[in-house]
C-alpha cells in the first residue's frame, strides 16, 4: 500500500521559515493538498493540488511537490502556526492517504 | 454558508455497531464527494471511505472493507457513516468532510463536519 512520510515534529523561531516535508514513492505524480488542525478543532484545509491556496489563508503559506517529496511551507511564523500539520494524496490502489502528521513548534 | 453538521458522541459496546450522520447545507450534495476520515486519541488522520452521493457509489479503505458502509439520503442533504463489530482501537472521532467533483477524481477536503466521537468501551 502507499505510504506518505512526514518528520513528527518541526521547531521554528518566530518571523522565521518553516518547511514541513512529505515524502512518497513518485510523490510529484499525484496532487497533494495540506491540512492545518489545532487541538480540538477539525483540520482545516491550507493547500491544494500542491501549490494552490484556498481563499482565506494568507499568501506566507506555499506549497510545491516534485520528484517524491512535497513540502509545505510558512514564511514570516507567527504564533497562531503553531499546530499540526497532515499531507494527503491519492493512490489508484490504496485510495485516500495521509501522512503521519508533523507537530509545529513556533518557539 | 457551506456547512457540514455531524450528529452526536456515541458510546458502544464491543461489537456493536455506530451509525453517524452527516448534514450538508449551503451547497448540493451531489456535485461533491463526501469522505469519512477518523482520528484516534492523539494519534494522526486516516481515510476510512467515500461517497458520491449522486449515485451512492462507495469507495472504502481495505482496512475497513466488510465493516464500513456509507449510504445518503439526497431528500435529506445528509450522508451516513455506518461502522460495525466495534472494537476499543475503533475509539476515534469520526469526520466527514467533502470534495468537488472533477474528472481526475477526489482531490482535497475543502470543509469538514465538526467531528464525532465514538467511544468503545465495555
Not at chain 2, 456535485?31 to 469507495?59: C, F, N
Not at chain 2, 451516513?80 to 474528472?103: F, G
Request: net charge neutral.
Amino acid at each position: 500500500s502507499y505510504e506518505l512520510t512526514q518528520p513528527p515534529s518541526v521547531s521554528v523561531s518566530p518571523g522565521q521559515t518553516a518547511s514541513i516535508t512529505c515524502s512518497g514513492d513518485k510523490l510529484g505524480n499525484k496532487f497533494v493538498s495540506w491540512y492545518q488542525q489545532k487541538p480540538g478543532h477539525s483540520p482545516i484545509l491550507v493547500i491544494y493540488q500542491d501549490t494552490n491556496r484556498p481563499s482565506g489563508i494568507p499568501e506566507r503559506i506555499s506549497g510545491s511537490n516534485s520528484g517524491n517529496t512535497a513540502t509545505l511551507t510558512i514564511s514570516g511564523t507567527q504564533a497562531m502556526d503553531e499546530a499540526d500539520y497532515y499531507c494527503l494524496a491519492w493512490d489508484s490502489s490504496t485510495g485516500g492517504v495521509f501522512g503521519g502528521g508533523t507537530k509545529l513548534t513556533v518557539l | 454558508q457551506v456547512q457540514l453538521v455531524q450528529s452526536g458522541a456515541e458510546v458502544k459496546k464491543p461489537e456493536a455497531s455506530v451509525k453517524i450522520s452527516c448534514k450538508a447545507s449551503g451547497y448540493t450534495l451531489s456535485k461533491y464527494y463526501m469522505h469519512w476520515v477518523r482520528q484516534a486519541p492523539g494519534q494522526g488522520l486516516e481515510w476510512m471511505g467515500t461517497i458520491i452521493p449522486g449515485d451512492g457509489s462507495t469507495t472504502y479503505a481495505q482496512k475497513f472493507q466488510g465493516r464500513l458502509t456509507l449510504t445518503r439520503d439526497t431528500s435529506r442533504s445528509t450522508v451516513y457513516m455506518e461502522l460495525r463489530s466495534l472494537r476499543s482501537e475503533d475509539t476515534a472521532v469520526y469526520y466527514c468532510a467533502r470534495d468537488e467533483i472533477v474528472v481526475a477524481g477526489p482531490d482535497a477536503f475543502d470543509t469538514w463536519g465538526q467531528g464525532t466521537l465514538v467511544t468503545v468501551s465495555s
